[in-house]
């Protein structure tokens, strides 16, 4: 059973930045997308990055490019979002996601493309 449970969320000043981390556990995630998704209240749950677990490759939402990192650390079995240069526009929930894809992870950028999740983390940005 697959398991993504999200750690590292706080709250934050504009500017600054924070470390999200998804451990995931309950498979092989060689041939899975990995993903970060964002819900800020009484919006929609957004695209923010993905990567895939076994080859560096790597797409970001326009919002997020050139301030948001997402890595995967092996030894750990965990994805990381890095979030640099902070914007009070990036509070939201954050929500690790994994789905089983051979395809290119430019077109997993929607939610119901995702079957598997974690509970989330909240960031919230300061002005």
């Known amino acids: 059973q697959v398991q993504l449970v999200e750690s590292g969320g706080g709250l934050v000043q504009a500017g600054g930045s924070l470390r999200l981390s998804c451990a995931a556990s309950?498979?092989?995630?060689?041939?899975?997308?990995m993903a970060w998704f964002r819900q800020a209240p009484g919006k929609e749950r957004e695209f923010v990055a993905a990567t895939r677990w076994s080859v560096s490759t790597t797409n970001y939402a326009d919002s997020v490019k050139g301030r948001f990192t997402i890595s995967r650390d092996s030894a750990k079995n965990a994805v990381n979002l890095q979030m640099n240069s902070l914007k009070p526009e990036d509070t939201a929930h954050y929500y690790c996601?994994?789905?089983?894809?051979?395809?290119?992870?430019?077109?997993?950028?929607?939610?119901?493309?995702?079957?598997?999740w974690g509970q989330g983390t909240q960031v919230t940005v300061s002005s």
């Open positions: 996601a994994a789905v089983l894809s051979y395809g290119s992870i430019g077109l997993y950028v929607r939610p119901n493309q995702y079957n598997y």
């Open positions: 309950g498979r092989t995630f060689g041939n899975y997308v």
